[in-house]
């Protein structure tokens, strides 16, 4: 019997919640148990691979890569949560600018998110990051200030096509007031666009995080972040030491994919065509 | 009286006139047909006359005074797609209780069952949701009723179903009616009167 069959849609969301605060939890826990000992050296302990004492086995200079990885994914996440709430606020209230202060800011507005839009992605956060100093402000400024021309098309669209449908001007003339219509029929149908927006755009932000720190441009090396890992393990891959890029990327693949979950179980949550699935 | 007079209406001003001159009159309790070939204005007029599109020209009054530009309409047009006309996102129980609170002899007059109120619109069939756009739009204060094709997607005996309702209505509360259709036997056997929409022009008969 398929997880489908066996749980209707709210309990496997509730299930894929709960798993992944647990989730977040356990890493902010941990990192948080483990303190610094990611960056304490022991050179008797050096290039160990991966075993009962060390499960994500040891680096060049005998670090512990379970307290790295730790330490690492609680900045990414800690980053992308803060990148992509910063970037689904800018993306509500531009998107509903847009589509309700009338044709002049509808006009620049769609054309800034035309603009970043068609701009490569990797160069803009390159370029914000850089211009901001690097660090995790310039990753989170360069990540929010990037990722919110999608969601502000999608929730422009939305409200512009709820103004003229039959349902919000019917309201209107069974006596209803603007401020009445705009929470009970505008405001709830942009609410899931806008959870759902935000959970999707927290693995990508979690991502660019750990792109921008790999290629040098986001955090300083000497903070165990998942991109400064990948980015050293890339110096001992061909020495063999293999775990130094499988167990951090494993982590941040397997937080990615989480929060891509939850985002889709919580988007078809909140679709009355398929919450009852 | 509903009274629209020298009413005319065009969507942009390179258009033509979808209608023009158009003088109308329902009084309570009448029933009056309006047909005619698609495309001819009919929907138009009746957004019109219920103050969802401003008149070109002309004007719509009740009893002497123009539409409320706010407030319960005691016009109320009622759509050919139910689905179209109510939110979604929302229970039965809420959507009939958006102007007010249905009566229980207006439920169960339109046949609505208690097990429909938690469901969601897209778990009813469009003659269910008719008759849930109907008990909606039957506020207190509705005087005059606006129907357009509200049954031509319906099965014959939902059709003599809602037509049976509303009739009954426009009898005991004396609704104005006005009833768009494609169908002239449909319209022969409600209405008073009939308006047949021709191209640029309404043509009383």
Request: aromatic share 8%; glycine share 10%.
């Amino acid at each position: 019997m398929t997880c489908s069959r066996l749980f209707d849609r709210r309990t496997r969301t509730l299930l894929v919640i709960i798993g992944c605060l647990l989730f977040f939890f356990v890493v902010f826990l941990g990192a948080w148990l483990y303190g610094r000992q990611g960056e304490v050296t022991n050179l008797t302990l050096r290039k160990i691979s991966p075993g009962w004492g060390q499960p994500f086995g040891t680096d060049w200079l005998g670090r512990d890569m379970f307290a790295r990885t730790l330490q690492g994914l609680r900045l990414s996440l800690g980053i992308g949560l803060l990148a992509a709430t910063c970037s689904a606020i800018i993306a509500l209230i531009l998107g509903l600018a847009a589509a309700t202060l009338g044709k002049t800011v509808d006009v620049v507005i769609t054309w800034l998110a035309d603009a970043g839009m068609a701009t490569p992605h990797l160069v803009l956060l390159i370029l914000i990051s850089f211009a901001c100093g690097g660090g995790a402000k310039g990753i989170i400024i360069a990540v929010a200030a990037s990722h919110w021309p999608a969601l502000t098309r999608v929730i422009r669209a939305e409200v512009m096509q709820l103004r003229t449908s039959d349902y919000v001007r019917l309201s209107r003339r069974l006596g209803k007031k603007p401020v009445w219509i705009a929470r009970h029929h505008l405001l709830p149908h942009v609410v899931p666009q806008f959870l759902v927006g935000l959970l999707l755009l927290f693995p990508h932000a979690i991502l660019h995080a750990a792109g921008l720190t790999f290629l040098g441009f986001g955090m300083s090396p000497h903070i165990p972040e998942i991109g400064t890992l990948l980015s050293e393990s890339m110096r001992y891959l061909s020495s063999g030491m293999w775990w130094l890029a499988v167990a951090p990327g494993l982590t941040l693949v397997v937080s990615v994919m989480a929060f891509d979950l939850l985002g889709n179980n919580v988007r078809a949550l909140l679709d009355p065509k398929t919450m009852r699935e | 009286m509903l009274e629209a007079s020298s009413l005319a209406y065009r969507y942009g001003k390179q258009h033509p006139w979808l209608f023009n001159e158009l003088d109308l009159r329902i009084t309570p309790g009448e029933i009056v047909g309006v047909s005619g070939p698609s495309g001819r204005g009919k929907s138009t007029l009746a957004k019109v006359l219920a103050g969802y599109l401003p008149p070109g020209k002309g004007s719509v009054m009740i009893d002497g005074r123009p539409l409320p530009a706010s407030g319960h309409c005691p016009v109320q047009l009622l759509f050919q797609h139910p689905e179209l006309a109510v939110n979604p996102r929302w229970k039965i129980s809420k959507i009939l209780r958006e102007a007010e609170e249905p009566t229980p002899v207006i439920l169960q007059t339109l046949g609505i069952e208690s097990a429909w109120l938690d469901r969601y619109p897209h778990e009813l069939s469009g003659g269910e949701l008719q008759r849930v756009c109907l008990a909606r739009a039957l506020g207190s204060s509705t005087r005059y009723l606006l129907c357009d094709e509200i049954t031509s997607m319906l099965d014959a005996l939902t059709q003599v179903h809602i037509w049976r309702v509303v009739l009954n209505l426009a009898r005991s509360r004396r609704l104005g009616v006005l009833v768009i259709s494609h169908d002239k036997t449909l319209i022969a056997r409600l209405c008073s009167r009939n308006i047949t929409c021709l191209e640029g022009a309404a043509a009383l008969s």
